[in-house]
């Protein structure tokens, strides 16, 4: 990425877990953060905190991502204005249950969001960044996207279908300078994970720990600021070995 501008990352989720780990490595890096979130403000003003503690801006978005409107009010102005250089579409929820007893709204909220979601933030930003021929795009699904796992088959079927998304993406905007790829994480110490089995879910991971946020970070980070990049469509495993 260019050096001698000001460069933005617009981080699609970033108040907690994977997304505040993303928008500190990247405000490293020497971004200044377009932060989004949905309903919790104490968690996104501490991120703000953070990030201009490192001397970097951020301006943070509040919107609900699964709601088309909500989103293309809350960016549509600033992007048409100012394109991002980066755009880290991280935003996701969980509604785990058998698919014999997941309820409507549970498969429905889930892909709205995970999925759905996705739509809604790119429709609003991809033609901006494709009028300045440059960026990069990365989406965060899920090693259960990858391999499935049972009750989870709402979550599964969403992170999936963004895989397909970005690799259907990519060979749109390759040739017009934009890079677009999907960081797959396994088993990441985070809110959504805490209640899991860990006696149960250590030995199919083959490094014998659960991942970090910063793990995951490390790796979009790579993605978004290396300068010497040929990757473009591809699903980047951070999961330990879970899925090999």
């Known amino acids: 990425m260019e050096n001698n501008k000001k460069k933005i990352a617009l981080i699609v989720g970033s108040s907690r877990g994977i997304g505040r780990a993303i928008a500190l490595?990247?405000?490293?890096?020497g971004f200044d953060i377009w932060a989004t979130y949905r309903s919790n403000q104490?968690?996104?003003?501490?991120v703000k905190m953070e990030i201009?503690?490192?001397?970097?801006?951020?301006?943070?978005?509040?919107?609900?991502?699964?709601?088309?409107?909500?989103?293309?009010?809350?960016l549509k102005k600033e992007v048409e204005n100012c394109p991002p250089d980066v755009v880290v579409f991280n935003a996701g929820i969980a509604r785990d249950n058998l698919m014999m007893w997941m309820t409507k709204d549970e498969w429905d909220s889930v892909l709205t969001t995970n999925l759905g979601g996705f739509y809604n933030v790119m429709h609003v930003v991809l033609f901006p960044m494709l009028s300045v021929k440059k960026g990069r795009i990365v989406a965060i699904s899920s090693t259960s996207g990858q391999i499935g796992q049972a009750g989870q088959v709402n979550y599964s079927a969403s992170k999936a279908g963004l895989i397909g998304a970005v690799k259907a993406l990519a060979r749109e905007v390759g040739k017009?300078?934009?890079?677009?790829n999907v960081v797959s994480p396994g088993v990441i110490e985070t809110e959504m994970t805490k209640d899991l089995p860990k006696d149960?879910?250590?030995?199919?991971?083959?490094?014998?720990?659960?991942?970090?946020?910063?793990?995951?970070?490390?790796?979009?980070?790579?993605?978004c600021n290396e300068e010497n990049m040929y990757i473009h469509g591809q699903v980047i495993g951070v999961n330990g070995g879970l899925a090999i």
Do not use: H, W
């Open 25 to 29: 490595r990247l405000a490293k890096s």
């Open 42 to 46: 104490a968690a996104a003003e501490s």
């Open 52 to 74: 201009e503690q490192l001397g970097r801006g951020c301006n943070l978005f509040c919107f609900d991502v699964s709601d088309y409107q909500s989103t293309e009010d809350a």
């Open 176 to 180: 017009k300078n934009i890079l677009v």
């Open 200 to 223: 149960k879910v250590m030995p199919l991971i083959p490094v014998q720990r659960f991942g970090t946020s910063e793990d995951v970070a490390s790796v979009v980070n790579f993605l």
